[in-house]
């Protein structure tokens, strides 16, 4: 399955730290679970896809573009601990020994790298797939060009998914997954969302009146307490979405090539 296979690095050295044990380290006492769990989640995505290029994204430490919409995006989220940000350093530190770019931009996350690097490649007509824990880039699929290689749990259960597989998962095609996200929240970025909808009703106003627009547009047909529940929270809805929806176009200062 070749392709450009574009890596989350910091959703996977993440879920690599808290998956594997802390008593990974070295005679110096580094602890290695995220390099071990990153590197070896490498090696086995070159010795079993061959993929024609590989990139890595990270997240950068500075506030982002959503901070300034949301000024508490994200808070509630423990603090990266000391020993794992040393070990992204690390991750980075391998890239760079491999020569596969490892890539950042100030002010934006991975998902928005990734997002920008999968719409070059669309758009010059060559497969990329995603390797991610972050459901966020299912808005990213888009067959025949873009697919995702979703982490599960651990550092070894992974699931590709296409647009027939995030439908499938989610209810809706994968350019509604930020409405669906929208309307349902996100704990983990800190994004409440309408009170008494879950994911499966919000697939199913998506699905029947085909965008945010068409649902608060018929909120009238709907039941008392979810219309009132939409129409009282729609400006977050709305919000939510602007955070939700990846950035495609980044410079970073390469090329595909």
């Known amino acids: ?34 390099v071990y769990g990153f590197t070896s989640m490498l ?35 423990p603090e990266t601990p000391d020993v794992l940000i040393s070990q992204l350093d690390l991750i980075r530190q391998i890239c760079s020994a491999l020569a596969i770019p490892a890539l950042e ?46 982490n599960r749990r651990g550092v070894s259960d992974y699931v590709l998914y296409d647009e027939a597989g995030i439908e499938e998962r989610c209810g809706v095609r994968p350019r509604l997954y930020p409405s669906l996200a929208a309307l349902r929240g996100d704990k983990s970025d800190n994004l409440a969302g309408v009170p008494g909808v879950g994911e499966k009703t ?24 979810l219309s009132a529940a939409l129409s009282s929270h729609e400006d977050q809805v709305r919000r939510n979405l602007e955070m939700t929806m990846l950035r495609r176009d980044l410079d970073l200062g390469v090329t595909l090539e």
């Open 43 to 77: 090696v086995s995505l070159v010795g079993e896809h061959h993929p024609d290029g590989l990139a890595v994204a990270f997240d950068r430490p500075e506030p982002t573009f959503r901070d300034a919409i949301v000024s508490d995006y994200k808070a509630g989220r």
């Open 105 to 150: 931009v100030v002010g934006y996350e991975a998902d928005d790298v990734l997002a920008t690097l999968a719409t070059m490649s669309r758009d010059q007509e060559l497969e990329a797939v995603v390797v991610t824990g972050d459901r966020d880039c299912f808005q990213l699929v888009e067959d025949p060009w873009i697919r995702v290689l979703y």
């Open 202 to 225: 919000a697939a199913r106003l998506l699905v029947t009146y085909g965008d945010l627009d068409g649902v608060f547009a018929h909120v009238d047909e709907l039941s008392p307490k």
């Open 1 to 34: 399955m070749p392709g450009n296979y574009l890596i989350d690095g910091s959703s996977l050295g993440y879920r690599a730290f808290f998956a594997l044990p802390d008593t990974m380290v070295t005679s110096s006492g580094q602890m290695t679970n995220a």
